[in-house]
């Protein structure tokens, strides 16, 4: 990780009505770096990556981003700077082909000259270029969600719950593709309940639970820490 952070989260607080679900969240990433955010359900995990990425606006608190404050704009603006997610269910235009799923998502990024080719070679469906996005399977639309969040150029992809539903050979393959995003200097927040595929592409994670930060360091530390157990099994 270098020296300064490309994400800041700093006493980020979030509440909806009178429900306090984010409470003095405050965490650094590192350009291409891979962060697991795990908690138990409704701790805060997809409000976080909401946060981040401009759907919901913070109560309080800053997040930095790239060394300026992001925290008031909107995701478009946000997605021009260089934050994309994916979504827990894939948001693809099922009545456009793939190629064209990745092509207007491109317009709506930091980088115009995205390399539609490539990025289909990433996500592993070339051959699928001119099927339509509503006959893909589960896996090939998560793939394409991906896809669609790099089109944009992103330096920060936040990931959520990708592996629910997949099998162990799909889970592999999505394993490899995160790593090989983090390679090229990408950094990942990445939500998932399926610690073991965490476990193969972090050591680092964040815990929450009931919107406080829990623990932050490796995962099998984490699950040693006696605050995260109680938080995991409702104590
Ligand atoms: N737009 C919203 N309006 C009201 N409450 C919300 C909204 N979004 C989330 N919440 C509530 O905030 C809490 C945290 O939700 P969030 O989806 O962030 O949890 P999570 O950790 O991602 O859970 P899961 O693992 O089940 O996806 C939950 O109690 C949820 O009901």
New binding site residues.
């Given amino acids: 990780m270098s020296s300064e952070p490309l994400l800041r989260l700093e006493g980020v607080y979030k509440r909806?009505?009178g429900?306090a679900?984010l409470n003095d969240v405050s965490f650094a990433v590192g350009p291409g770096e891979i962060v697991g955010l795990v908690?138990?359900?409704?701790?805060?995990?997809?409000?976080?990556i909401?946060v981040i990425s401009g759907v919901?606006r913070a109560d309080a608190g800053a997040v930095v981003f790239d060394g300026r404050p992001v925290h008031k704009l909107p995701t478009f603006r946000l997605a021009r700077l260089g934050i994309n997610r994916t979504f827990?269910v894939p948001k693809v235009f099922r009545d456009m082909t793939v190629r064209e799923n990745i092509e207007v998502a491109a317009h709506f990024g930091r980088a115009h000259d995205a390399d539609v080719g490539a990025i289909l070679a990433d996500i592993d469906l070339a051959a699928q270029a001119d099927q339509l996005a509503g006959s893909l399977t589960v896996n090939q639309q998560k793939l394409l969600d991906l896809g669609r969040a790099l089109a944009t150029g992103p330096k920060l992809l936040l990931v959520d719950?990708i592996g629910a539903g997949l099998n162990p050979a799909e889970l592999g393959g999505i394993a490899t593709l995160l790593q090989k995003l983090a390679a090229r200097g990408i950094a990942l927040i990445v939500?998932e309940?399926l610690l073991d595929f965490l476990n193969r592409i972090t050591a680092r994670v964040i815990v929450?639970g009931a919107?406080r930060m829990l623990f932050e360091g490796p995962l099998d530390a984490a699950s040693r820490d006696p605050e995260v157990v109680a938080a995991f099994i409702g104590g």
Avoid: R
């Fill in positions: 909806f009505g429900h679900v908690g138990p359900n409704g701790s805060g995990k997809t409000t976080t909401n919901h827990q719950e939500v309940h929450l919107g």
